[in-house]
């Protein structure tokens, strides 16, 4: 990762008022935490979402699962054991004879946007951010670990108004992710298909499966050997090969993905932002029924375009660095579509999809979602580390969110201890209620709970100190409870590591 230079800078806003959910249009029923991100370290948001955190732009929020009218369940899927449905491979042949033969098919898509963050849905920004005093972490030269110290000890680091660090002066080229034709590979063996849940198959290859598992059993017993029966040699068609064989050689049309950073300093990006923010306000006009006003150049920016996340680089990690994404669907020499993406220690967070009005037919969120899960399954060749697919909040309460737990195997994350729970067994307490705890260990807790507040990092008039030495300088109305509920929705790891800003 970076070095000691980068740091996690956050305002904290609670979460008192309701605000009107997108899913199931309540007024007022929509409650969430939120914080203001002025810079984030890819660690430090992947340990965040694994607590239930978003980001939408700048602003991370948590929903209050237990208060709001529509909890939002945070959900991965398994990228290495993925096998694609029966829908799913509709789909990738539905590109496939468009990519081939030119043909659109008739009627809309099939309801799936892949919009991991519902603007409407999603939480309303603080009024007020402080951004004189604030830098960006790039900005700030502490000296050496201050998340040890202990709390009674008082910490003075000066924060410099030092240049951006030399790990992030510069990007890598951009990335571009060719055709499958070209990269797609069987998994390697151990960390292919799982084996324990094989696809549909028919009645009647099944039972000449079992038949030739009881001869071979009757053969081991008689010690006659033979050859593995087909049970043993047949694996399932890895994913890679089906988004393959729906980019024919000969085709009508010509599709491209390209990877670039989130960065007006990087080349492609900015040769591609006017573009690509029209093709926004295109989609959201036509697909959600925005106003033109709420899908201007600025919040286009504001929305997709500015992210709290450092681009950081490492040895064992991928090729293009970990941060934030742009995946360009590039259809005949011009965008299509884009996919918001970010590359974290160990996953690819989808953050949201826009795309051509004229291609909805193609349900190119469930195809873009499918792209992703075997960018995912590449770069963890890289990366091993790097191993799930994150698809943003799964919504039982909300039939037409459901579609994101058909990307399996997939868990979700218990909003009580903090813990992946297979999906197969989150459905039923979902079914009786809107609000469930998926660990049903009745001891178990969360194993990064707060203990000590006091150990908090808080950044205080360019200084960086625990928040137990900051009480004993602060001057003004006593924050105790708000920094406590700020503490203990990011756990204790997390208050030692990120600077919470006091004014």
């Not at 979402?49 to 929020?61: A, E, H, L, Q, T």
Request: proline letters at 7%; charged letters at 25%; glycine letters at 6%.
């Amino acid at each position: 990762m970076a070095g000691n230079k980068s740091y996690t800078i956050v305002e904290y806003f609670g979460g008192d008022d309701g605000y009107r959910c997108g899913y199931c249009k309540n007024e007022k029923g929509n409650f969430s935490h939120g914080m203001w991100s002025h810079t984030m370290t890819v660690q430090d948001y992947q340990d965040l979402i694994d607590r239930g955190w978003r980001r939408s732009g700048k602003y991370v929020y948590k929903p209050i699962m237990n208060k709001t009218c529509c909890p939002q369940y945070t959900i991965r899927c398994h990228a290495l054991k993925f096998q694609p449905s029966k829908s799913h491979k509709k789909i990738l042949k539905k590109i496939s004879k468009f990519i081939s033969k030119g043909e659109l098919p008739k009627g809309q898509d099939d309801g799936e946007p892949m919009d991991s963050v519902c603007e409407e849905a999603g939480p309303r920004e603080p009024d007020k951010v402080c951004q004189s005093e604030v830098k960006c972490a790039a900005s700030i030269d502490i000296q050496k670990e201050v998340a040890e110290c202990p709390d009674t000890a008082e910490v003075q680091k000066e924060v410099a108004d030092a240049g951006p660090a030399d790990s992030e002066a510069s990007r890598k080229e951009p990335v571009s992710v060719t055709d499958a034709r070209t990269t797609a590979t069987a998994p390697k063996p151990g960390v292919g298909a799982d084996a324990s849940r094989p696809p549909c198959r028919k009645a009647k290859d099944l039972r000449k499966e079992r038949r030739l598992q009881k001869e071979q059993m009757r053969q081991d017993a008689d010690g006659v050997s033979s050859s593995p029966s087909p049970a043993q040699t047949n694996q399932p068609k890895p994913l890679e090969d089906f988004i393959s064989e729906s980019l024919p050689d000969n085709s009508s049309h010509c599709l491209e993905v390209r990877l670039v950073p989130v960065s007006l300093e990087d080349p492609q990006f900015a040769a591609t932002y006017e573009q690509s923010a029209a093709l926004y306000a295109r989609y959201q006009m036509a697909i959600h029924g925005d106003d033109p006003s709420e899908c201007s150049e600025s919040e286009f920016r504001r929305f997709l375009c500015d992210s709290p996340l450092e681009a950081e680089y490492s040895p064992d990690g991928p090729e293009m660095g970990y941060g934030s994404f742009h995946q360009q669907y590039w259809l005949d020499g011009r965008i299509v579509a884009v996919g918001v993406i970010d590359i974290l220690p160990t996953c690819v967070s989808s953050v949201y999809l826009y795309y051509h009005p004229d291609f909805a037919s193609l349900s190119l969120g469930s195809y873009s979602a499918l792209r992703e899960i075997a960018f995912t399954r590449q770069l963890q060749k890289q990366s091993p580390k790097l191993s799930y697919y994150y698809l943003g909040f799964y919504i039982h309460s909300c039939p037409k969110m459901r579609y994101k737990g058909q990307y399996r195997p997939s868990d979700l994350l218990c909003p009580e201890t903090f813990v992946w729970v297979p999906i197969e067994r989150c459905v039923p307490h979902l079914e009786n209620s809107r609000y469930a705890r998926f660990n049903q260990d009745p001891d178990a807790g969360d194993a990064r709970v707060l203990k000590d507040v006091g150990r908090a990092l808080v950044l205080y008039r360019r200084t960086v100190m625990p928040y137990a030495a900051y009480t004993r300088k602060r001057k003004g109305p006593a924050d105790e409870t708000e920094v406590q509920q700020y503490a203990s929705l990011v756990g204790q790891d997390c208050a030692e590591r990120i600077l919470l800003y006091r004014a």
